[in-house]
């Protein structure tokens, strides 16, 4: 009789060790899936957003170099205007400087000013990244203006000009006193795992 009970008890009795360590690794095995999944959802994410960020930057970048080629200004005789491209690079990348006197929108504020703004683009090397900076000033200003970062984790930025026959890298109105007929600008910026490049085309109109 008391090894019948024995026998009943044991066939109701709780988990054994192995089932709980089978149990167990189920449960870090299903953690470790929900885990990953959550995270690689949160870099897409992180992903998504800097791509958006990027392309918003790129963008504005294209927007004001337009607007302000467009409305580049020069004076022959004049040595506060000029328009002048270098042909530079950065370990074999196009890095141009660009600098031009262009007719400005008249500032918010009520501090005297010129709507003549003299704008110079360079770039900035750094651990292998390119960055585009942008320094303004107002050409009667006697301020020295101040770089800042225009558009950062670049892979290139070049400034072709077309002379009426062919299209050249440098262009210098001390020595050609003109304006090109137009201004091509590319820049260029990885993507992912690719790079992408996009371009713009201008046409300086106050000759």
């Not at 003109?178 to 996009?198: H, N, Q, S, W």
Request: with cysteine; glycine share 6%.
């Amino acid at each position: 009789m008391s090894r019948s009970r024995t026998t009943a008890g044991r066939g109701h009795g709780g988990f054994t060790l192995l089932e709980m360590l089978v149990a167990l690794l189920l449960l870090v095995i299903v953690a470790g899936a929900l885990y990953s999944s959550y995270f690689s959802v949160v870099r897409a994410r992180e992903r998504t957003a800097e791509g958006t960020e990027e392309r918003r930057a790129l963008q504005g970048t294209l927007d004001r170099l337009h607007r302000e080629i467009d409305a580049a200004f020069y004076q022959s005789g004049d040595k506060r205007s000029r328009f002048v491209v270098e042909d530079r690079d950065s370990y074999g990348k196009p890095a141009s400087t660009l600098e031009l006197v262009t007719v400005a929108p008249p500032a918010a504020d009520e501090r005297p000013a010129s709507d003549l703004v003299a704008v110079k683009y360079t770039i900035k090397e750094k651990d292998g990244t390119l960055t585009l900076a942008r320094e303004a000033a107002d050409i009667y200003s006697s301020m020295k203006a101040i770089p800042y970062p225009q558009m950062e984790s670049l892979q290139s930025f070049l400034v072709e000009c077309d002379d009426g026959s062919q299209w050249v890298r440098s262009w210098d109105t001390a020595l050609n006193p003109k304006l090109p007929k137009r201004v091509r600008i590319t820049l260029a910026y990885r993507d992912g795992d690719k790079t992408v490049e996009f371009s713009l085309l201008a046409r300086p109109r106050m000759r």
